[in-house]
Nanobody, 125 residues
Framework: VQLQASGGGLVQAGGFLRLSCAAS????????VGWFRQAPGKEREFVAA????????YYVDSVKARFIISRDSAKNTVCLQMNSLKPEDTAVYYC???????????????????WGQGTLVTVSS
C-alpha cells in the first residue's frame, strides 16, 4: 500500500489543521493507520492510531482532547484533526500503516510497515 500525507502548514498557536493520509494499492480497511511526528533533533513520536474499521483509537497523552483521528473507508483516507495547536506540536507528521485484520492498534514506529512522505506542521507562538 502507498501512503500520501498532506495538509500541513503554518498556523498560529490555538489554531487548527486537518491532515489527510490517502492510501492506494490495497484494501485499506484491513490496515491499522498511525500518525507519528518528528521534531528537529528528536526521535519520531507516536501521535494517534486507528484500527482498520475504526473501532479503536489511541492517542498519546499530549494530544488527547485536542486531536481526533478518523477514517473514511470509501475514500481510503485517514484524517487527523488537530485543534488548539501549540508550538510544541511543530514537527513533520507522518502517516503509517500495517496490515491487521483485528482491532488492535499499535504505537511503535517499528510496528508499521508502510510510511508516507511526511507533511510539515509549524505552529507559531
Amino acid at each position: 500500500v502507498q501512503l500520501q500525507a498532506s495538509g500541513g502548514g503554518l498556523v498560529q498557536a490555538g489554531g487548527f489543521l486537518r491532515l489527510s493520509c490517502a492510501a492506494s494499492g490495497g484494501p485499506f480497511s484491513s490496515y491499522v493507520v498511525g500518525w507519528f511526528r518528528q521534531a528537529p533533533g528528536k526521535e519520531r513520536e507516536f501521535v494517534a492510531a486507528i484500527s482498520g474499521r475504526g473501532i479503536n483509537t489511541y492517542y498519546v497523552d499530549s494530544v488527547k482532547a485536542r486531536f481526533i483521528i478518523s477514517r473514511d473507508s470509501a475514500k481510503n483516507t485517514v484524517c487527523l484533526q488537530m485543534n488548539s495547536l501549540k508550538p510544541e506540536d511543530t514537527a513533520v507528521y507522518y502517516c503509517a500503516a500495517r496490515y491487521s485484520i483485528n482491532s488492535v492498534v499499535f504505537s511503535r514506529p517499528s510496528d508499521y510497515h508502510y510510511w508516507g512522505q511526511g507533511t510539515l506542521v509549524t505552529v507559531s507562538s
